[in-house]
């Protein structure tokens, strides 16, 4: 499923709260201004921007690509009004916002999946998310969860903060300027690009900020440590489809956290991040004082670091304002997942026994004509959403839409799922809602862990032919989306929501919003053009001849 189409990469220079120290080569731009706190309006609208040197119209979070840092205290109240502000018709015109890694538990309906959880927010009206995520800190980022809207900018970092932190003793600097988000770019907008079989970005940007091949000599993001510190980096795989390989020339890292779950420190010179995988990293700055390329190679055939392309620069204070000279050599010290362990109770729920779980599933992905079939079915959006349709009284799997494509599972029960990938596409970054899950077999594996495997939400599926096994409890009522977070695909079917004790899910839920139930009147009164991107097949279908069927 691999069509190359080249995209500049596009971080905006005022990218400054969500973005490690994100300082042009020419120009700083303030650091503090751009985060918000758990209680704010985010806007959502249409700009143009150049990050890469390319312009395109985009949909964006705050105005910034990416959105600006929400940032919050450990046992904070989360209210976030998201506000629809979009008005440019070559692009989907309604959206949803997901607050990756945070569990709503109790508040499904502020999960922020369209036709999962929610209606989409129509133009010119808001939702208000309120939500808590009480014993959660940690690195998370949100994104638009409508269609593939996210890779038309729709992506920002979120931060939980924890004033306790047990592994504080290990860094000396952890705030705004040391969250670094890695991104793909796009120069067609993903309505377009959905349609098509196989997609490449056309640059990779690091805090906002990237260049193309064969583009301009665009700005690169600047990371500013200074000499003697230790930095708690949080990387924030914000991609649409690659993975990456993180490094700094001359630097080891140490992992700390997967996922919003702290883990057993662990030393590595480089790390692969998936698509929607978060890690902190601790960078000791104690290398002599100077510019060092800080490399984040994308897994798209033919990816370099030729000429800046997928690359920022590590900056010492009082080095000169310049690009490193540095060279990249092989990694001796590759994470490697089973590596990594919990520093929190660790050891996956259930016997401890491959197929001993209350509930064992089997999941088979399998891709034909680009299209993705989980177990025979390709996932496509109903109109109700599922929440919806079980708070009007359906409960059982053969009453609730879309067929083929919702597993009910028992409250309080330990889940084991397997997944099985055939085909092309893969490896795949398996995310679920509503929970962590214990990873027992990392995909490619060759044995289970269920003494110490690493805790996160999203995890690779392998390749293709491998088997991922996971492990969860059914501890959070509702219906919960499980997909593949590389966009294109969740678009083409890789996605089947785990709807956890129905009929448990109205008293499990903490109120209902009166704006919640209004969301699907409103949203089912737009006429189709309203929805925008009415002719994106079209546009599709004068680029190439690959394409899905029109969906």
Not at 97 to 119: K, R
Not at 165 to 170: A, F, G, K, R, T
Not at 206 to 222: F, K, M, Q, T, W
Not at 418 to 423: E, Q, S
Request: a negative charge; glycine letters at 8%.
């Amino acid at each position: 499923m691999y069509f190359s189409i080249l995209i500049p990469f596009t971080l905006l220079p005022a990218t400054c709260a969500a973005t490690a120290s994100v300082v042009s080569r020419s120009q700083s731009y303030p650091l503090t201004s751009r985060s918000l706190g758990p209680t704010t309006d985010l806007n959502i609208s249409n700009k143009v921007i150049a990050p890469d040197g390319f312009s395109r119209s985009t949909t964006l979070a705050g105005g910034t690509f990416p959105g600006p840092l929400i940032k919050a205290n450990k046992g904070d109240h989360f209210a976030i009004n998201v506000v629809n502000k979009l008005d440019d018709g070559s692009m989907f015109e309604v959206t949803s916002v997901h607050w990756h890694g945070l569990y709503q538990n109790g508040t499904n309906y502020a999960d922020g999946v369209s036709f999962v959880t929610q209606c989409p927010i129509t133009p010119n009206y808001s939702f208000l998310h309120a939500f808590d995520a009480p014993n959660q800190a940690g690195t998370y980022w949100y994104h638009s969860h409508y269609s593939t809207q996210q890779c038309d900018g729709l992506r920002g970092p979120l931060v939980v903060y924890d004033p306790n932190d047990p592994l504080s003793y290990l860094y000396d600097v952890d705030d705004e300027t040391t969250v670094i988000s890695i991104a793909d770019w796009y120069h067609i907008v993903s309505p377009v690009l959905r349609h098509i079989i196989g997609i490449s970005p056309d640059s990779t940007l690091i805090n906002g900020l990237g260049r193309y091949n064969g583009g301009p000599e665009s700005e690169l993001a600047v990371v500013n440590v200074e000499y003697g510190k230790r930095y708690r980096l949080r990387l924030v795989g914000m991609s649409c489809e690659p993975s990456f390989k993180f490094s700094i020339d001359g630097h080891n890292l140490t992992v700390i956290e997967a996922d919003g779950q702290l883990t057993e420190p662990l030393l590595v010179d480089s790390l692969q991040i998936f698509a929607g995988q978060r890690y902190s990293v601790v960078l000791t700055a104690d290398k002599p004082v100077n510019n060092y390329w800080l490399r984040a190679l994308p897994s798209t055939t033919g990816s370099t670091f030729d000429g800046g392309l997928n690359s920022a620069i590590l900056r010492y204070r009082s080095a000169p304002a310049a690009d490193p000279t540095t060279d990249y050599t092989d990694s001796t010290l590759s994470m490697l997942e089973t590596n990594l362990h919990p520093l929190i109770n660790p050891g996956a729920p259930g016997i401890p026994e491959y197929g001993k779980a209350d509930i064992n599933l089997n999941l088979v992905v399998d891709n034909i004509g680009g299209l993705f079939f989980i177990n025979g079915f390709v996932y496509e959006p109903p109109t109700v959403p599922v929440l919806l349709q079980i708070l009007s009284g359906a409960q059982h799997a053969i009453d609730l839409m879309p067929i083929g494509s919702i597993i009910v599972l028992e409250a309080n029960k330990v889940v084991e799922l397997t997944m099985v990938t055939n085909g092309i596409g893969a490896p795949h970054p398996i995310h679920l809602h509503g929970h962590a899950f214990d990873v027992v077999q990392s995909g490619g594996a060759s044995g289970f862990n269920y003494l110490n495997p690493v805790r996160r939400d999203v995890v690779s599926s392998g390749n293709a032919g491998q088997q991922m096994v996971i492990r969860w409890v059914t501890d959070n009522s509702g219906p919960w989306f499980l997909h593949c977070h590389i966009d294109w695909h969740l678009d083409a079917g890789f996605a089947i929501v785990m709807a956890e004790s129905p009929s448990e899910t109205r008293t499990h839920l903490k109120g209902l919003p009166t704006a919640w139930e209004n969301l699907c009147p409103i949203y089912y009164s737009l006429t189709p053009s309203q929805l925008g991107a009415v002719d994106s097949y079209a546009e599709a279908a004068n680029i190439t001849t690959l394409l899905l069927p029109d969906h």
